[in-house]
């Protein structure tokens, strides 16, 4: 799984921007003994509090991608996302909308390493945690870093979302 496109383009993305995680040590890519679908299964297997997942979730906003990265503690709130961007329609994204604009399968979306870049907000929620966790490109893969670079490497905006 390590060699797996997506997760190779999620590490180079990391590597490109020189994320770090809060001990100041490269942001790496690690492949967990299993899939880890959700935000619960994912702290599950790093023994971290929930809400340290920082979920991907693609919106379709107006037609065009919008990436809502999110504390796995809370849900996204898409009428006032929606209010706050301008937008007349947020949805949760189809799975091809998805993978047409990240290259990636829900379930193992990342906050980075798309074939362009997508308009990305961060949940404020995640700024309260040391490190947090993201999706690495499949499901198994997950990568440290601050909030404060995940904003940073993402090119996003930090929100209150939920």
């Known amino acids: 799984m390590r060699e797996h496109p997506n997760v190779l383009a999620v590490q180079d993305a990391l590597d490109a921007a020189g994320a770090r995680t809060a001990d100041d040590a490269p942001s790496l890519v690690i492949i967990l003994d299993g899939a880890a679908h959700t935000a619960a299964a994912a702290a599950e297997a790093l023994c971290i509090e929930v809400g340290q997942i920082a979920n991907s979730l693609i919106f379709d906003a107006d037609g065009e991608p919008l990436l809502v990265l999110t504390s796995g503690a809370h849900r996204v709130d898409t009428a006032k996302v929606a209010a706050a961007l301008g937008v007349t329609r947020l949805k949760r994204a189809t799975p091809e909308f998805v993978r047409e604009h990240t290259g990636q399968a829900i379930g193992g979306v990342a906050p980075l390493g798309h074939p362009k870049p997508v308009r990305t907000l961060v949940d404020t929620a995640l700024e309260r945690h040391r490190d947090v966790w993201a999706a ?27």
């Open 136 to 162: 690495g490109g499949v499901p198994q893969a997950v990568f440290p870093i601050t909030y404060a670079e995940l904003v940073r490497v993402t090119g996003g905006t930090p929100a209150d979302v939920a």
